[in-house]
């Protein structure tokens, strides 16, 4: 079975830091997502990117926040200056079409 | 934006018994999805719906898209204790970039 793989499973940071986090989407899928789950409340959109460009975006989704697809493979989640309540399970996730979605198993991001 | 309520937000329960969470929605979406959330692990699919007055069973689970596009069930029959975990609908808008609005989660306790 096809896997979407997230790297680090934990990360820790300072307040103010930039943090990378790193997706590999299943091979032939064609959109690809990052959803954020503050603990114990339910999984929010952050962005969807199609054909290299951003296709949609939420409110959560601002400045601080960019996505990038630097290879064939890579899909990266950058923030660029972290806040105490960008602590959060980091979710990424990719379909082929319009079906078939899959998650990652997270990861978990700290800020201290 | 979209919001999607589920009920109930926690379930404890005799292991046999059956289970039935729903959720509902003020807007349209075009498919109905219920994963499952072990601790620490990102949502695993249990059941997608496509087709309004879609009855779908995998295995224990049994799950129905409503007839209106806005409101969904799903039923597990003769839980088990590895059931445990936190369950989630999430309707799929497919104009908006196919994202995911996911509800508040049903938290399902298994007493065996």
């Known amino acids: 079975e096809p896997e979407v793989t997230q790297t680090p499973s934990h990360q820790v940071t300072q307040m103010g830091q930039e943090v990378i986090l790193r997706c590999v989407p299943i091979s032939n899928h064609l959109y690809f997502y990052w959803y954020r789950q503050i603990l114990g409340q339910k999984v929010e959109f952050l962005v969807s990117f199609y054909n290299n460009e951003i296709s949609e975006k939420s409110e959560i989704f601002d400045d601080q926040f960019s996505v990038e697809r630097p290879d064939g493979s890579n899909f990266t989640l950058k923030i660029r200056s972290t806040k105490l309540e960008d602590s959060a399970m980091y979710f990424c996730?990719?379909?082929?079409?319009?079906?078939?979605?899959?998650f990652g198993s997270g990861t978990r991001l700290t800020v201290v | 934006g979209q919001q999607l309520n589920q009920s109930p937000q926690s379930m404890f329960i005799q292991e046999g018994e059956d289970v039935s969470m729903n959720c509902t929605s003020s807007s349209i979406f075009n498919t109905w999805l219920w994963y499952k959330q072990d601790p620490g692990e990102g949502p695993v699919l249990l059941i997608a719906l496509y087709k309004a007055g879609e009855l779908t069973s995998n295995g224990r689970l049994t799950a129905q898209f409503g007839i209106t596009r806005k409101d969904s069930f799903l039923n597990i029959s003769a839980s088990i204790p590895s059931d445990v975990g936190i369950y989630f609908c999430a309707g799929q808008t497919l104009f908006a970039g196919n994202m995911l609005t996911f509800g508040g989660g049903t938290r399902l306790m298994v007493k065996p």
């Open positions: 996730a990719s379909i082929r079409r319009n079906y078939g979605y899959t």
